[in-house]
């Protein structure tokens, strides 16, 4: 009786375990992956950074270039809080030797950097 107990505390748990897992049925349905629905935008936290107009009239356009194709929208007086999303440096026109272009959050026009000439920023900008 004692090596009853012993051989099936010790070999039902390894038998257990050498078991193969069970095969789905072919006929059951298995139900599809779901994500969660994507939040509208505008609900996600976008994360931006705190920008300053540094001069006056400083205009900010539809895309990071100065021409006829990109016009601007409007301008920002001395002193207008901003916040930008992130900078390029590609396909842009250079403004007072720099090639930088911050993208503004609230309205996704873009204004020129220009070696902190027109906007001052209050941290590292990612690159878009």
Same mark, same amino acid.
């Given at each position: ?51 300053? @107009?540094?001069? &006056?009239?400083?205009?900010? %356009? !539809? ?8 016009? #601007?929208? =409007?301008? *920002? ?8 999303d ?8 250079? @403004?007072?030797? &720099?090639?930088?272009?911050? %993208? !503004?959050?609230?309205?996704g026009?873009?204004?020129?950097? #220009?070696? =902190?000439? *027109? ?10």
């Amino acid at each position: 009786m004692k090596f009853t107990a012993v051989a099936i505390t010790t070999l039902l748990p390894l038998l257990i375990l050498a078991s193969p897992a069970p095969v789905p049925n072919a006929a059951e349905p298995t139900l599809p992956v779901t994500l969660a629905p994507r939040a509208p935008d505008g609900l996600l936290e976008k994360r931006s950074v705190a920008a300053t @107009v540094v001069a &006056d009239g400083v205009r900010h %356009r !539809i895309c990071p270039r100065v021409s006829s194709s990109c016009p #601007a929208n =409007g301008q *920002y007086a001395k002193g207008t809080k901003i916040r930008l999303d992130c900078y390029t440096r590609d396909n842009t026109t250079p @403004v007072d030797g &720099d090639a930088g272009w911050a %993208r !503004i959050t609230s309205n996704g026009d873009w204004i020129a950097l #220009a070696y =902190g000439h *027109y906007v001052s920023w209050s941290a590292s900008l990612p690159y878009c």
